[in-house]
């Protein structure tokens, strides 16, 4: 090898290296050529040391170039960096090479150096049968950033935002929204958690328009309240399963029933698929690498929990029979954060809905092909995540999740301040702590005061944004109850919470916040314990639209894009980063599919061209939004662009270029156990207690610390959160609300002292 060249790569292949003298300028280039591959690879890279690695510095770019010649398709640029703590590590792929029978040159723009990296090594990666050839490489860093904008807002709003509570309120009680590859959003209620709704039949959706900030009422064929929903990589979106029936005093729970949906954004209507194997009320929906979706959890149609695995079939366009889907028989819970990995495994990120987490350490990484789940640790009071939010940092190529607080309906403690951040791309990953959620105000019955000691928050909602950091934002302190007024966003580089305007609307159960096409926020929904429901919604201007005139994106070339392509844009001024970001499907804080992929760039003046992973799990089929960004953060308005799926892989390509990793796991590994119909689940999961009130009323089991567990004091607590008058059903009265035993409860003969 060359001084400061040295052979690397994985796997199991054939391969060569050697010095030639086919080269571009000068007598010698580099060979690198594989006979035989299973998987892996084999490439030449800078030697990874002080003398020979090239110094960089953090927040910097540089772009990278390269002569070449490849006798395969299967060849990349490559990147590695040098983490002052953690060592050398690998940090992505950079670009995809096209063939080239005679020397070609390729230069790409690396994403800006993470904090704590001093060095980089670079080089060409084989992944297929066949060589590349390399010379002449450059490296040059890119100039300094353009000065900051001037603020265009007032200086509070340039720091922290700004929401506005738009005048036309949200038509249905919607739970569900799903952002559409048209911009338009698609906001499913069912019946909306009422009742009344539900007994009559009358289910609902709604269509909104950012545009023009209108709304068209969708026919909506079943409740579809707590149902499961995904984009499929045509754009439509898959929803499975929903309400069946309410639970019922002394009887029943929660039943999930097995019709499933699809919702076609062109013509605005609903049509019905083949039937789940099982029912699911709160199920979990992820796209796989191949387009299949896979779900897992939720209510069986009896109301014990569900522990069949669902199979949606992309190429056959229906749910698969349980028998031809691998199956755990494992209980995942309620609406259980499964997050697709690179290599196509699943991470369960310890986030869920009501109670607690699975048993075992809260979090894992399920092997769909193996069939086995190994358990992952250091998730922080796993038992008291229930309604926190999990992320895939940006960039999805870091493999980085954050979990964001959390409580439990069951115990209904104090939600917590705690947030977990795990590298998925170490050898053996593990949770650590993360910063504590930022504190603001919470209302407690009498107004809003100042949150203390560890108050944190559930129901939270994380929402990436385009300049590549996390909003956080809505949230509250109990059981459908004390709304939190708090919002901060979350720099990934940093590892850090920067506090910023807070909604004024309060966002608990049943609210959702998201990213629209223009890079603005917007935010719906809640539903207190009371019945009552929110129907304002608020949108959040984030400070980068605040910081002057936005780039703008004048073409796209092409919007039907392929992974490893390569694909032109142009701008109107220069952009620093560009990325793909995957439209929202979000309900009870939970949307396993959002993510954010890089795409590094090739700059030409105005021309830009965007490198596409070769890799389907980092970035699944389907519609995105791309965005460009300047250097000041300010993004452009997003372009819609169709990533497609795996009929756009060429049949002559080796397997998507995946990095060994996660790869000496310790945790305890758990096969597949016998086949059984369900778990055992409480009738009172949600944490409410049926015997007060009509069904979409919500009593809780445990009342907060500082309820005293008397009458008196449980009486005052519901009043003061505006239940209203509580009829008693049957005759029992388990939390004494109703001494008296008129049926009413808290009534007046109920608060009088008795000797």
């Known amino acids: ?247 019922v005093a002394g009887g029943h729970g929660y039943e999930g029933y097995k019709d499933s949906y699809i919702f076609d954004p062109v013509t605005e209507t609903y049509s019905k698929t083949n039937d789940l194997n099982d029912g699911h009320w709160y199920p979990s929906a992820t796209e796989l690498g191949n387009g299949d979706i896979i779900s897992f959890g939720g209510l069986r149609e009896d109301s014990t929990g569900s522990v069949t695995a669902e199979r949606w079939s992309a190429a056959e366009q229906k749910w698969l029979p349980f028998t031809q889907v691998n199956q755990t028989w494992s209980y995942w819970g309620l609406y259980p954060s499964m997050i697709l990995m690179q290599d196509g495994r699943l991470f369960y990120s310890g986030s869920h809905v009501f109670g607690n987490g699975t048993p075992g350490t809260g979090s894992a990484i399920y092997d769909y092909d193996a069939n086995t789940t190994t358990a992952i640790p250091g998730l922080q009071n796993k038992d008291e995540r229930d309604q926190s939010a999990s992320v895939l940092l940006p960039p999805a190529q870091d493999q980085k999740v954050l979990t964001i607080g959390g409580g439990n309906i069951d115990s209904n403690p104090d939600a917590n301040r705690l947030t977990d951040i795990i590298d998925l791309k170490a050898a053996n990953p593990t949770y650590t702590v993360g910063p504590q959620i930022p504190q603001d105000t919470v209302d407690l019955g009498n107004g809003q005061v100042a949150e203390t000691g560890s108050q944190g928050k559930m129901y939270v909602s994380a929402v990436l944004l385009p300049d590549g950091k996390v909003l956080e934002t809505g949230g509250g302190l109990h059981n459908r109850a004390n709304p939190v007024y708090e919002a901060s966003i979350f720099d990934p580089a940093s590892s850090t919470f920067d506090p910023v305007a807070a909604d ?23 539903n207190p314990g009371n019945g009552t429901w929110n129907h304002n919604v608020s949108i959040y201007t984030p400070p980068y639209l605040l910081k002057g005139t936005r780039p703008t994106i004048t073409s796209v070339i092409d919007n039907e894009w392929v992974y490893g392509d390569t694909q032109r844009i142009t701008v109107d001024r220069p952009v620093v980063k560009a990325e793909l970001i995957r439209p929202a499907a979000v309900t009870h804080s939970s949307d396993p599919n959002q993510r954010y992929v890089d795409l590094p760039l090739s700059v030409d003046g105005n021309n830009v061209d965007l490198n596409v992973t070769s890799n389907p799990n980092l970035a699944p089929p389907g519609w995105y939004m791309l965005f460009a960004v300047d250097a000041n953060g300010v993004p452009s308005v997003a372009k819609w662009v169709h990533l497609q799926g795996p009929s756009a892989l060429a049949t002559d390509t080796a397997s998507a270029h995946v990095h060994s990793f996660a790869d000496s796991l310790e945790g305890t590994v758990t096969k597949a156990g016998k086949k059984r119909a369900g778990q055992k689940v409480s009738t009172t999961i949600s944490g409410c207690d049926r015997h007060y009130g009509t069904v979409n009323v919500c009593v809780p089991t445990v009342f907060p610390d500082g309820v005293k567990k008397t009458t008196a004091s449980r009486c005052a607590w519901l009043k003061k959160n505006d239940y209203g008058r509580l009829k008693v059903n049957g005759k029992d009265d388990p939390l004494g609300l109703d001494p008296s035993k008129d049926g009413l409860a808290c009534g007046a003969k109920d608060l009088v002292k008795r000797k």
């Open 1 to 247: 090898m060359p001084y400061c060249w040295e052979k690397s790569g994985w796997g199991d292949n054939d391969f060569t290296f050697s010095t030639v003298a086919d080269a571009h300028s000068g007598s010698k280039a580099m060979k690198v050529s594989l006979t035989r591959r299973a998987d892996g690879d084999r490439k030449a890279l800078i030697t990874e040391s002080a003398t020979c690695a090239p110094t960089v510095t953090a927040g910097k770019q540089y772009d990278l170039g390269l002569w070449y010649k490849t006798t395969t398709p299967d060849a990349a640029i490559t990147l590695f960096r040098h983490d002052t703590t953690a060592g050398w590590q690998y940090w992505t792929d950079l670009k995809t090479l096209d063939m080239a029978g005679s020397y070609t040159q390729a230069s790409v723009r690396t994403p800006a150096v993470p904090a704590g990296t001093d060095r980089i090594t670079w080089g060409v990666s084989v992944y297929g049968t066949g060589s590349a050839t390399t010379d002449d490489y450059t490296m040059e860093q890119v100039s300094d950033p353009i000065p900051p904008a001037g603020c265009t807002g007032t200086a509070d709003e340039c720091a922290n935002g700004r929401w506005d509570v738009l005048p036309t309120q949200n038509p249905v009680r919607s739970m569900h929204s799903v952002v559409l590859n048209n911009g338009k959003v698609l906001l499913i209620a069912g019946s909306g958690n009422s009742e009344e709704n539900f007994d009559a039949g009358t289910f609902t959706s709604a269509v909104y328009d950012p545009v023009n900030g209108t709304y068209k009422t969708i026919p909506t064929p079943k409740d579809m309240f707590c149902s499961g929903h995904v984009q499929l990589a045509d754009g439509r979106v898959l929803v499975m399963s929903g309400n069946k029936a309410f639970p």
């Open 504 to 526: 004024p609307e309060a966002r608990g159960y049943h609210s959702s916040a998201f990213l629209l096409p223009d890079g603005r926020v917007m935010a719906t929904g809640d």
